[in-house]
């Protein structure tokens, strides 16, 4: 399983941008990298996937380096009910997720 | 379409008792799985079926827990002669073989006293 590196915690003001970033160094070749992230006392909810190119979806967009060891969660305007942890999973399509410690995502009204 | 549901959502049991929960996935959903979270942690995974085989089973599984997908649809976790270790939430997902995406359930949180 790869590794994953993320922030612990982030903070943004709301309707503004987010980034969140992504280490992910040991990768396999076909591992997609899948973002999940989990609101307070819910179960985590899919958010985006990507293998090499770009991805856009209602949501939120993912970027990966073109060595695909990072990537970056974007959320384009950050609203409170995105305040979660995010969590960044290299996995092959279908197969169990890791889940890492994440990024605890604090927005401000 | 209702989501993956899962019960009961909240089980208290004193130590030593069996405890079995139901995961129903999303309806035409071929693969569904068992994941364990204990507070300020991420979900860990417990085991995978594809229809009714069970494909995976992670180490973090003992002897005292089992599961089935007897017909392929609801599966049940059980977990005999209960620990006050295995108090967390327990968590069901559920996926197409045509999408990646897994849809989680809410949960189940057992606590053992």
């Known amino acids: 399983d790869a590794k994953t590196t993320q922030p612990n915690s982030m903070e943004s003001n709301e309707e503004e941008p987010v980034h969140l970033p992504c280490n992910h160094s040991t990768i396999s070749g076909t591992d997609y990298i899948h973002w999940y992230r989990q609101l307070p006392s819910q179960g985590p909810e899919y958010v985006i996937h990507g293998l090499t190119s770009n991805v856009n979806n209602r949501m939120a967009s993912l970027a990966i380096a073109e060595d695909r060891k990072s990537s970056t969660l974007i959320l384009h305007r950050a609203t409170l009910r995105d305040a979660a942890v995010y969590y960044c999973i290299p996995a092959f399509g279908g197969n169990k997720l890791v889940f890492g410690a994440g990024t605890i995502l604090r927005v401000k009204s | 379409d209702t989501g993956v549901s899962q019960d009961p959502r909240h089980k208290i049991t004193k130590r030593g008792q069996n405890v079995t929960f139901r995961c129903d996935p999303i309806?035409?959903?071929?693969?569904l799985y068992w994941y364990r979270q204990t507070l300020g942690q991420g979900p860990e995974f417990l085991t995978y079926?594809?229809?009714?085989?069970?494909?995976?089973k992670s180490r973090l599984l003992s002897d005292r827990f089992s599961a089935e997908r007897p017909k392929g649809s609801f599966s049940t976790l059980e977990i005999q002669r209960t620990e006050q270790g295995d108090s967390a939430m327990y968590l069901c997902?559920?996926?197409?073989?045509?999408?990646?995406?897994?849809?989680f359930g809410p949960g189940t949180r057992l606590t053992v006293t």
């Open positions: 997902a559920s996926s197409s073989h045509r999408v990646y995406e897994q849809y």
């Open positions: 079926f594809q229809n009714e085989a069970q494909l995976e």
């Open positions: 309806s035409e959903h071929n693969r």
